[in-house]
């Protein structure tokens, strides 16, 4: 048996009541097809990082099973039937990484409007990148690779 994370993101039509119904489905539909369970997170309601199909976000949930590879085609026909399922992302861990991780890896990343290691500090300032000052004042970055302007 093969181990997989999928990542299945709900419309924004479905209420949050109605998620739990819908996970409980998705997870028998696994076990239906012969898989096992081992992990299931909901993640909650997220924005899309653009507009798709006229919709802006949805309720994302992310699943850890383990199944054979042979009936993992006919389970995302199955998927493809059900209306509520926004978009369904299935992805095979390798042994390695099955062992390393904790069961819905895929779900632990933050999303991208939470991060704030790209920025020392959190601050959007990037002053290191211009010589003596800010940006403010107009003052050019110099590059010691270029060659010396010519008037």
């Known amino acids: 048996m093969n181990t997989y994370e999928g990542l299945f993101i709900f419309g924004e039509s479905?209420?949050?009541e109605?998620?739990?119904e819908m996970v409980a489905h998705v997870t028998g539909e696994i076990e239906k097809h012969g898989g096992k369970v081992t992990a299931t997170r909901d993640m909650g309601r997220r924005p899309f990082a653009r507009t798709m199909q006229k919709k802006e976000t949805g309720f994302y949930v992310a699943v850890a099973f383990q199944m054979d590879g042979s009936k993992l085609a006919a389970l995302?026909?199955?998927?493809?039937?059900i209306d509520e399922?926004?978009?369904?992302?299935?992805?095979?861990?390798?042994?390695e990484m099955a062992k390393k991780t904790p069961p819905v890896?895929?779900?632990?990343?933050?999303s991208r409007y939470e991060r704030t290691d790209r920025y020392e500090g959190?601050?959007?300032?990037r002053g290191d990148r211009y010589e003596?000052?800010?940006r403010d004042r107009g003052e050019r970055y110099v590059r010691s690779d270029r060659a010396p302007a010519t008037p």
């Not at 890896?105 to 933050?110: E, I, L, Q």
């Not at 959190?122 to 300032?125: A, I, K, M, T, W």
Request: net charge positive; no cysteine; charged share 20%.
């Open 18 to 20: 109605r998620v739990k």
């Open 105 to 110: 890896s895929a779900a632990t990343a933050p």
């Open 85 to 95: 399922i926004f978009r369904v992302q299935i992805v095979k861990l390798s042994a």
């Open 76 to 81: 995302n026909a199955r998927y493809a039937l």
């Open 132 to 134: 003596g000052g800010s």
């Open 14 to 16: 479905v209420q949050e």
């Open 122 to 125: 959190g601050s959007r300032d």
